[in-house]
Each structure stands twice: as C-alpha cells, then as structure tokens.
C-alpha cells in the first residue's frame, strides 16, 4: 500500500523520542513533526554513554555543538577502558579511530600479523600502545587526545531538556494519556486526555518497552536471543577527586558476577551495575555495586533498580508505526549501543522518508537492514564473554560455555582465518562495528589469528602508517578545560561507529 506522508507524530518524550525527532528534523524538514508527552516527563536517563553519531546529528540539526555540551553537562569520550575482562588485571582499550578507513589492510591487521611472525618482540599487551596513539594519552595519561575525541558522555534528561529548547519547529502536545486508535491494521489516530484525537500520517512508538501504540495493531515476531545480562542498579555518583575520575572514556570493570559501568559527566558520575537475575538477586547486587564505590560515598546516593529483559523485535516497522528506542529492542549497555540503536533507527526511517512516501517494500527494506544491524550488535557484544578466560564464579563459567548463535561461532572463525575485513565482517548496516574495532576487542583476548597473504604494496604501507603512529606527538588536552570542536560538518552522515 503508498501512503504519502508529511506529517509524523512521535509519542513519548525520553531520549528516544527527543533523538527521533532531532534526525527527522534534519534530514526531513519538510515533516510536519509532533512529539506527545506527559505534563510531567521523568526518563529513565541511564543511557549517558554515545557513539560518534550524536555529535554529527547535533550538527546536521543546526545545534551549536559547545552550547549543547554545557547543556547537556557533557564531557568527551573517546573510547572505552576495559578492565578484567579476560583476567582480573588485564584491560584492553576500544577507542574511536577512522583507521578502518585507511585501506583494507591497516595497521592494526599489520601489528596482529607481526605478532605471529615474531611473537617475543611483539605482543598482545603492547598492541594499542603501537597502533592507537589514543591509548597514551587517555589511558595512561588520563588526557583528552584530540584524534579520538569524537563521542560524548551525556546526562540523558539534560539531553531532552535541551532539544526540547532547540527543536523549535517541533511541536510539543502534553498529555498524560495517550490511547491510539487503530482500525484495519493501522492506527488511524491518538485520543489524547482532552477528548481530542490526534492524526498523522506515521505514528512512531518511543514508549519503551510498554509499546503502547505500536502493541494496538501488531503483537510482532520477537527475535530469539539469549542476553549476557538483564538487570541493572544504577545511580549519580558524586566525584571525590574529578581530576582523578573525570576520564576522557567510558570504563566498564568486571566482576564477579557482572560488570559495572562509569560514566563521567562535568558534575557527577553515571554508574551502574549490571547482572544477570539466575546468578544474582537485586540486593547483592546493591550490596557489590555500593562496595565498588564505597560505602560512604554513597551513604545518602539514591541506587535504582531496572530490568531490561523485553524482546527485540524483528520487525519494528508495522503498518504506518515504527518503534524506535526501546520500544524496538535492547541488547545491553555494554558499547553504548542504546542511543546508537535509536539514531540508528531514526536515520535510517529519514532515508525512507526523503521521498515523502511509504509503502510495502519500504517497511520490508527497513526490517531487514535494522535486523542486520541488531545481530552484528549482539555478535559484538556476546563475544566480550564468550572469549573471557574468567571461571571464577558461576556467571562466567556458564557465559564461556554456554551455546552462542552459530552466526557468531562462523564470524569468529572466519576471523580467525582471515581477519575482519571490510568485505567478511557482514557489511548490513552501515553503522556496524567496523574491522579495527573487532580487531581491539579480540586483541583483549589474545585472539590467535592466522597468517595471511598480503601484497607487499599493501605491506609496506601498513608499516609505514605504525612508523607514522610511533613517531606521532601524543597530544593531550585536560578533560577539566577542554572545549569541543565540530567533530563533523553539517549534514554529514557517520560511516562507521567506533
């Protein structure tokens, strides 16, 4: 069925809804936008952690980029610390970095290749120090390096706040409730607390996990998937040493039974503590999560509770409503990937959208590049555990010999065989995890590669380009001072994350 379509209402008011409406706004201006929301909006504000495509899409939307930063309480990231992940006391560093598009064999397949061939010279443990001048600067010197900085870490509310005040051309309609109305498979309007009814001609559903408006014309197919974890405590930790713990990343430590994330923001840390429910109740988690900041530190810090065990859908494109947010899925926060899957998903429903219509093979298209999508995330993520050498405690026993997707078992073997390049790395979705940051994750693990034929154009250039990293200036710059600069041009598209 065409539909024409020049009107959007979006319901719900958190980031998902906020960031929907930022990229529409951007890439479909001629859109007619309307975001309902209640009198009194409370999100969650959990997911502080972004890519590379938040700043962009800040930008594209005509949104001064510093003034945004000091609103939103932001500070820089520019990758992702790890700690005892493999073993307790290791680490590896996944930072931002456009090495992926260098050529398809870069310096980090070089350096990978370089360890096989002289392994007593060259190691695992040395790697992101000779292939990522990052690593330096932000992990050991705790600075802001300017060629990472590319992401930020955001108070979630702030975030809203903030382009509720920009996103002038949005129209905002508060109502505390929200009934779609459906009939014949599509929702024909949303009766709103008034007694008025709202129509558009496409209706998306950042209403979380309720999917209240989606759920009135569809009890879509979920997509089988086994989470690592399920459960968070989270809470606003207050700095004791901002010097010390305003990273210029995202740490993710794990434990016994979990991992816990730190997010620092200019005015208190994000934190969270994140389990899965058959190897851990709510209150040891609590217990282990106010241990690993102190007791005292936290002695009067509000600890929340929430659960993300819903489904992800396989199809979150139904009729004329499409769920974004959580409404669509959720995999955990391990890489930051709740806020990438709502830009994600709202970028590519604007590509849709451009020609100012829908129809049968549009929502087809859709589905399956987000399905695309959402399994190189899991892939991503499940390989985190499933390589771990942990056996310390029940959860990592199960989570190193439990059964993965096959899909995930095939990547990694034929990574092993090949390498991940551009061409095996199942290319779907644009947004993917891109070669070199599967080649960082799986250096933490001492992933064993093979040999691999290489030209020696190729060879020589990948050796030039870690001469070039080693005699590179490692610039750094205070988290305390720095100042963002436009990490893109206006209307620019991400062509990879991290």
Partial sequence: MFESVNSVAIVGAGSAGWLTALVLSAYCPFLKIRLVRPRENN???????????????????????????????????????YRDWNVVGDHYWHPFTAMADTGSYTAAHHYQQMILEDPRRYSHADYYARVHTSYETCVKR?????????????????????????????????????????????????????????????????????RAVLGKIAQPKSLPYEANVNRAVVASIPYVDPALENHPYTKAQAHEYGWTWSIPLRSRIGGGYVYHSDFCSAEQAETNFRAYWGEDRLRDVEVKRISFDRETLRASWVGNVVAIGLSAGFVEPLEATGLNWTISCADLLSRFLCGRYFDGDARDKYNALMLGYIHDVQDF??????????????????????????????????????????????????????????????????????????????????????????????????????????????????????
């Fill in 381 to 498: 993520v499940d390989a985190h555990y499933l390589l771990s050498s942990r056996r310390d405690s029940e959860f990592w026993r199960y989570q190193t010999s439990r059964k993965y997707p096959e899909r995930l078992l095939h990547r990694l073997a034929l990574y092993a065989a090949e390498m991940p390049t551009a061409v095996n790395r199942v290319k779907s979705f644009a947004w993917a995890f891109n070669e070199v940051s599967w080649i960082d994750i799986l250096n933490g693990y001492g992933f064993k590669f093979a040999r691999v034929q290489v030209t020696p154009e190729d060879r020589a250039r990948a050796q030039h380009a870690l001469t070039q990293i080693a005699s590179a200036a490692r610039r750094g710059v205070d988290p305390q001072t720095f100042s963002p600069i436009q990490a893109g041009t206006p209307g620019a598209r991400l062509s990879g994350s991290v």
């Fill in 142 to 210: 705790n600075l802001i390096a300017p060629e990472a900085a590319t992401a930020l870490h955001v108070d979630a509310a702030k975030l809203t706040q903030h382009l509720e005040r920009c996103l002038t051309k949005v129209e905002v309609v508060e109502s505390d409730r929200v009934e779609a109305v459906a009939e014949g498979g599509r929702v024909t309007g949303l009766r709103l607390d008034d007694g008025k009814t709202m129509t558009a001609d496409l209706y998306v559903d950042c209403t979380g996990f309720a």
């Fill in 43 to 81: 999100p969650i504000g959990v997911g502080e952690s972004t890519q590379p495509d938040l700043p962009q899409r800040v930008l594209a939307a005509g949104i001064d980029l510093g003034d945004f930063y000091v609103a939103c309480d932001a500070t820089m990231k520019c990758g992702i610390f």
